[in-house]
């Protein structure tokens, strides 16, 4: 688990050796054939004082501060080491808040400010404002969403996944952002295309604006799933499902991050506007918490957005 040298910035995603290890991706041909459409779309690693985040190019711009986290560069130990962001899994508090303020001194923003929800693994959209803000970040949540979004600047919209797919969001006409958690059973109920809707009609995003970036996440490498998965994303209707679900003699896999690609896609985002991480929390335990890989003994990452 060591970080990377300070100072160090590399797109993780031309690298040959950062492709996922494990039962290889590769070997499956429509996963190929579905990496090459957004190839080109990047994600650059960071490293700030021994934080390594991940942040993705699409919305690297001057009017957006955002981030997905990694493991490394927090003061957590155990297994919790060392940059948790969960908040109530067991971990130091004294910690967790220096974790938070070494994040949000990258970020330009105080834990104060920081905007977390109740994740339940369903579909519900909170439109959070300023009232919202955590004020002390162990404090009791009392909603529920697997979606945030606002159009208030200086707001963070935060989530937490450890394996489940984070998606970032932003329409830069609007100054208006989206964080979103999307488990098997969010994206089942698309909650990704509905946080698109709820956006535009909030704030009056045009969806062929609004950019998006798939963070790290479990891939189809890894996931392997009971029969019910494959049957819930069959029921989105999405054109060409043998792209997502591949069927082996074993279990069937799925591909959470296609899949909620295409959702945004059919939301109408261009496809050049999704950026999708490669890189896969399972197999890479060591830099990021997977639940699968730890039994459930683990800290949470985070991704996070907001405007200036
Ligand atoms: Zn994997």
């Known amino acids: 688990m060591n970080p990377a040298p300070a100072g160090a910035v590399r797109n993780i995603n031309s690298a040959a050796e950062e492709i996922p290890e494990g039962p290889s991706v590769f070997e499956d041909n429509e996963y190929i054939k579905l990496f090459m459409g957004y190839k080109d779309m990047g994600f650059t690693e960071i490293n700030r004082d021994g934080m390594t985040i991940v942040q993705a190019d699409i919305l690297s711009r001057p009017s957006i501060r955002h981030a997905f986290t990694t493991r490394f560069g927090g003061f957590s130990s155990g297994v919790f080491a060392s940059l948790n962001l969960a908040v109530g899994r067991g971990d130091d508090r004294a910690c967790v808040l220096k974790n938070y303020e070494k994040l949000c001194a990258y970020l330009k923003t105080d834990p104060s400010k920081i905007v977390f929800s109740a994740q339940v693994h369903e579909d519900g959209i909170r439109k959070a404002t300023a009232r919202d803000s955590i004020g002390d970040i162990f404090s009791q949540i009392h909603y529920r969403a697997d979606a945030l979004i606002t159009d208030e600047p200086g707001l963070p919209l935060m989530i937490f996944i450890a394996d489940c797919i984070p998606i970032l969001l932003s329409c830069p006409d609007v100054s208006a952002v989206g964080a979103v958690h999307a488990g098997w059973r969010g994206t089942a109920m698309n909650i990704a295309g509905k946080t698109i809707r709820r956006m535009c009609d909030e704030y009056g995003c045009e969806p062929e604006n609004i950019l998006a970036a798939i963070g790290p996440g479990i891939g189809s490498c890894c996931f392997e799933t009971g029969p019910e998965v494959p049957g819930e994303i069959l029921k989105l209707g999405l054109d060409r499902p043998e792209e997502f679900i591949i069927n082996t003699a074993h279990k069937p896999r799925v591909d959470l991050k296609a899949v909620n690609r295409a959702l945004l896609i059919r939301e109408g985002l261009r496809p050049e506007n999704i950026a ?21 003994q683990r800290g949470a990452q985070a991704a996070v957005i907001l405007t200036l």
Do not use: L, P, Q
């Not at 335990?285 to 730890?294: E, G, I, M, Q």
């Open 276 to 296: 999708v991480s490669r890189e896969c929390t399972m197999c890479k335990s060591d830099k990021y918490w997977s639940h699968r890989a730890t039994g459930g």
